[in-house]
């Protein structure tokens, strides 16, 4: 199928805008929903650079630090669907984050995704996890606290899922779930969300091919940069690397690149 967007962004409004661009150049008809979460003084310079090129424009509105928005991301989906997404026409949404790049049309990227999945990458128990991922230590207040908000609004103590929170695609089911129960902020995204889908019966789908890369897995810890083309880190994907990917059968979404002249160098190599 093919998703509408939910255009998160916070910076760098150049980028953005020409990410924008390019996404409506491969993909004619969808329908492209602007979340920005930056400093509200910017908010109006943010409308200004990329309005014309969204079907609608949200602007987070509670003063918050950036790094309070980057560990609570879902917050500010939440808040966007509760004032402004359960308005709009759609059906699911593909989470775009503005330092992704995309060189392939979403009908091809999400064709194994079917009506009311969600898409997390990296999906998985938590239990495979726990002895590298510092988000699952057992020890930590924040996963503790999540443990028992499970215990006690949902009598649930069953398993813990995980994800990065790279490729996602929420259906309107799980966004109004979510909502329903009040979206709290207690935990960590990248388990709140899968283990609160599978507890909402939401179907995950999984056969999907984005395969991100765990910066701490032993197995995986050391291998070369042409297979971190999904990851969470900050250090850019290298241009030579998206060149290389022209010739591997690979979907063409990457993340993280941040400028805006790579999608020119890349697609040459397309």
């Not at 920005?36 to 509105?61: H, N, T």
């Not at 998985?124 to 230590?137: D, E, G, Y």
């Not at 291998?223 to 250090?235: E, F, I, Q």
Request: with cysteine; glycine share 6%; aromatic share 14%.
């Amino acid at each position: 199928m093919t998703p509408d967007v939910l255009f998160w962004f916070y910076k760098d409004f150049g980028t953005c805008r020409s990410r924008l661009q390019d996404l409506r150049e491969q993909n004619a008809g969808i329908r492209v929903f602007a979340l920005y979460g930056g400093p509200l003084s910017k908010s109006e310079r943010a409308r200004i650079m990329v309005g014309d090129l969204v079907d609608d424009f949200y602007a987070f509105p509670e003063k918050r630090t950036s790094k309070w928005k980057w560990r609570n991301g879902d917050q500010l989906i939440a808040r966007w669907y509760k004032e402004r997404g359960r308005l709009l026409d759609w059906n699911t949404v593909f989470v775009m984050q503005w330092d992704m790049l995309i060189l392939d049309p979403l009908e091809k990227l999400f064709r194994e995704l079917r009506p009311e999945e969600i898409l997390l990458s990296g999906f998985r128990p938590i239990r495979s996890v726990t002895p590298w991922w510092f988000w699952s230590n057992p020890r930590k207040s924040d996963l503790m606290s999540f443990k028992n908000l499970l215990r006690s609004r949902y009598r649930y103590e069953g398993e813990l899922f995980a994800c990065l929170f790279i490729v996602i695609c929420f259906p309107r089911r799980f966004l109004q779930k979510y909502v329903d129960a009040g979206h709290p902020e207690t935990g960590f995204l990248e388990y709140k969300i899968p283990t609160l889908a599978r507890l909402f019966g939401i179907p995950v789908c999984t056969n999907h091919g984005f395969d991100p890369w765990w910066r701490n897995e032993p197995a995986t810890r050391h291998v070369p940069p042409h297979l971190r083309l999904l990851n969470a880190d900050r250090k850019e994907i290298p241009s030579s690397v998206l060149r290389d990917a022209a010739g591997r059968d690979v979907k063409k979404l990457f993340h993280p690149v941040y400028s805006c002249e790579l999608p020119i160098v890349a697609r040459d190599g397309f």
